[in-house]
């Protein structure tokens, strides 16, 4: 248990569908992350959100869209999604958005594109 | 090229074995993580450092900033440390943001 909960686990989706990833952290942390894991592949960050506002956009397509509503949890909506987004989606937190600060992740949700 | 490489890609030993796995960067730091991704895929922090050598355990780290190179060490391993090690380092411009290697995927057999 490390504090970050990831829903769902597991999704399957079709290009045309819109579903959302969620993320929560019980941590207190200040700062929140997403990170895409495709195989084979060094773990990418996708967004930073430092007090419920993004710090961080690292050249991720429009559709993935980020959203921070509290600093306990974490949104990633997803529409018209290509089959290269396939991969596990992991959600982190540390105290503040600083590289130096050790990150909590979540077990991930792994995501299908049909 | 990744800044950050690891060897080997994938390690199989045996129980009870001393294991290194190594990891070289081509960028200036000012520290550098070790992590630890089971395969359910949650990943956990092993270690963060800056110099010299840290011990947890039977985990023990070491980085040489002059050659760009950390090991991480697991003496007397188990299955249970069946798991992909992941090296990534702290650029030293890069604020909220860690370089990632490929990692090492690590099975010990019993």
Known sequence: ETGVTQTPRHLVMGMTNKKSLKCEQHLGHNAMYWYKQSAKKPLELMFVYSLEERVENNSVPSRFSPECPNSSHLFLHLHTLQPEDSALYLCASSQWARADQPQHFGDGTRLSIL | ?110
């Open chain 2, 1 to 110: 090229k990744n800044e950050v490489e690891q060897s080997p890609q994938n390690l199989t030993a045996q129980e009870g074995e001393f294991i290194t796995i190594n990891c070289s960067y081509s960028v200036g730091i000012s520290a550098l993580h070790w992590l630890q991704q089971h395969p359910g895929g949650g990943i956990v922090s092993l270690f963060m450092l800056s110099s010299g050598k840290k011990k947890h355990g039977r985990l023990i780290a070491t980085i040489n900033i002059q050659e760009k190179h950390s090991s991480l060490h697991i003496t007397a391993s188990h299955p249970r440390d069946s798991a992909v090690y992941i090296c990534a380092v702290i650029k030293e411009t890069s604020g909220s943001r860690l370089t990632f290697g490929e990692g090492t995927q690590l099975t010990v057999n019993p």
